[in-house]
């Protein structure tokens, strides 16, 4: 099974750009994290087994990132909601063959930020009937204005740029105060519709960038509203990357369950 590259164009006319293979019974959709472009060793991986399953899989960068067309700066979270969008439609638009019993439908493995969107992607899309989060970042933006200091979410708010921190790798990637109040307006909304879709959450314990308090809470609060979710919660070792033979080895178990 090949590869093939795709081009979307967004609402402001840009490109969105990424790669696809199609293939039987299942669809599986990598979304990538914040800063993140769409080929690293998770996507990798993704692909290597669902070519060995027959499956499709997909993977794509964000309008001002990576391969995609636009400036970085003139996105926020609802641009990048919008590009998913776009990307589920294509993928929907010509679902996966139903001739496998029980294993036709769409995957989606979201990492960090990625994660959150592949939530409320799946809340959305009733083909979606399988989640695989990967230290999922809910609320990124939101989290993030709380835990800086008032001095610098001052700063932030009345500048209306910050970069993440600063560490020399963010310091070239500002972000506006649109993306803190776009993050808290999507989190009010994470829990409203509350589609049945098999999820499993897999954070390190070790995390020092995405809390995995925020996983805990988010199952928590799942849970509260809807006792019997599809959900599981995997605190495993690791930081935030979760890159090692025994995190891929998990992801690649989660990923060949039968939903």
Request: aromatic share 10%.
């Amino acid at each position: 099974m090949i590869l093939g590259p795709f081009e979307l164009t967004g609402a402001d006319g840009k490109r969105i750009r990424g790669d696809r293979t199609h293939g039987a019974g299942r669809q599986v959709l990598f979304i990538t994290g914040f800063l993140s472009k769409r080929w690293g060793n998770k996507s990798k991986a993704l692909s290597q087994w669902c070519a060995e399953q027959g499956w499709g899989f997909c993977c794509y960068d964000v309008r001002g990132f990576g391969d995609s067309e636009g400036t970085f700066t003139d996105y926020t979270l609802s641009d990048w909601m919008a590009d998913a969008r776009s990307v589920m439609a294509m993928l929907t638009s010509h679902p996966p063959s139903a001739s496998l019993p029980g294993q036709a439908g769409l995957t989606i493995v979201g990492n960090s930020l990625g994660g959150w969107i592949a939530w409320l992607m799946a809340q959305e899309y009733e083909h979606v009937d399988r989640l695989i989060l990967i230290a999922p970042a809910f609320n990124m933006m939101g989290v993030r204005a709380r835990t800086v200091s008032p001095e610098r979410r001052h700063k932030w708010r009345s500048a209306g740029w910050m970069p993440w921190d600063d560490d020399p790798l963010h310091r070239a990637w500002p972000l506006s105060w649109k993306w803190m109040e776009e993050s808290e307006a999507y989190w009010s909304r994470t829990f409203d519709r509350l589609r049945p879709v098999r999820t499993s959450i897999i954070h390190g314990s070790e995390d020092t960038v995405i809390a995995p308090d925020g996983s805990r809470e988010f199952v928590e609060a799942l849970r509260h509203r809807d006792p019997s979710y599809p959900v599981d919660c995997h605190l495993v070792a690791g930081d935030h990357r979760l890159s090692g033979p025994e995190h891929m080895d998990r992801l690649r178990t989660l990923l060949m369950e039968r939903v």
